[in-house]
Antibody, heavy 120, light 110 residues
Framework: EVQLVESGGGLVQPGGSLRLSCATS????????MAWVRQTPGKGLEWVGR??????????DYAASVKGRFTISRDESKDSLYLQLSSVSSEDTAIYYC???????????WGRGTLVTVSS | QSLLTQPPSVSSAPGQKVTISCSGS????????VSWYQQLPGAAPKLLIY???KRPSGIPDRFSGSKSGTTVTLGITGLQTGDEAEYFC???????????FGGGTTLSVL
């Protein structure tokens, strides 16, 4: 069974940093693209970014809203995905989902999400 | 403001059919394949439809997708109370280089 379990969410002050982790199991991690998607009540779903697999050069794409502030990485030895958030603002308050990507763009498995709240 | 436009809500009776539309532009729906996601209350989204009209294993054929130009439609037949959820469309946007999503449609089965 495919499992994605996020951790690391919480309260962070504006301008601060936070690192989210996603532990995966039940599939061949190194064979898949992975992505982070966030959700806010007001803005719905928003694609944060995607990291390709080894066969496709681990290329990373980011949404314009987070580029230069967020960093996606993956650790094949731990079957884990990460999202480093920096210079956060209230606009980054959301539930962050770790997703497995199918056919480059479809999120076919999702974690339960981790809540990030940016507030002083 | 989402790049893909969905109606905020739709409703229908149990056993009936409902359709949910999603409109985009030539850089997303007009050029690329589309997906649909179902989000039950309190749960993460779940992939319902990909490549405009394909269903992942385990998704019943009561759910269907279609595309015409820059608009896609999700159809659900034989409505059940368990279908009450938020439904989102999604598509790769070739100009932005990311997946864009619709704002979501709340389905009520009355």
């Amino acid at each position: 069974e495919v499992q994605l379990v996020e951790s690391g969410g919480g309260l962070v002050q504006p301008g601060g940093s936070l690192r989210l982790s996603c532990a995966t199991s039940g599939f061949t991690f190194n064979g898949h693209y992975m992505a982070w998607v966030r959700q806010t009540p007001g803005k719905g779903l928003e694609w944060v970014g995607r990291v390709r697999n080894r066969a496709n050069g681990y290329i990373i794409d980011y949404a314009a809203s987070v580029k230069g502030r967020f960093t996606i990485s993956r650790d094949e030895s731990k079957d884990s995905l990460y999202l480093q958030l920096s210079s956060v603002s209230s606009e980054d308050t959301a539930i962050y989902y770790c997703t497995r990507v199918f056919k480059s763009q479809y999120c076919d498995h999702w974690g339960r999400g981790t809540l990030v709240t940016v507030s002083s | 403001q989402s790049l893909l436009t969905q109606p905020p809500s739709v409703s229908s009776a149990p056993g009936q059919k409902v359709t949910i539309s999603c409109s985009g532009s030539s850089s997303n729906i007009g050029k690329n394949f589309v997906s649909w996601y179902q989000q039950l209350p309190g749960a993460a989204p779940k992939l319902l439809i990909y490549d405009n009209d394909k269903r992942p294993s385990g998704i019943p054929d009561r759910f269907s997708g279609s595309k015409s130009g820059t608009t896609v439609t999700l159809g659900i037949t034989g409505l059940q109370t368990g279908d009450e959820a938020e439904y989102f469309c999604g598509a790769w946007d070739s100009s932005l280089g990311v997946v864009v999503f619709g704002g979501g449609t709340t389905l009520s089965v009355l």
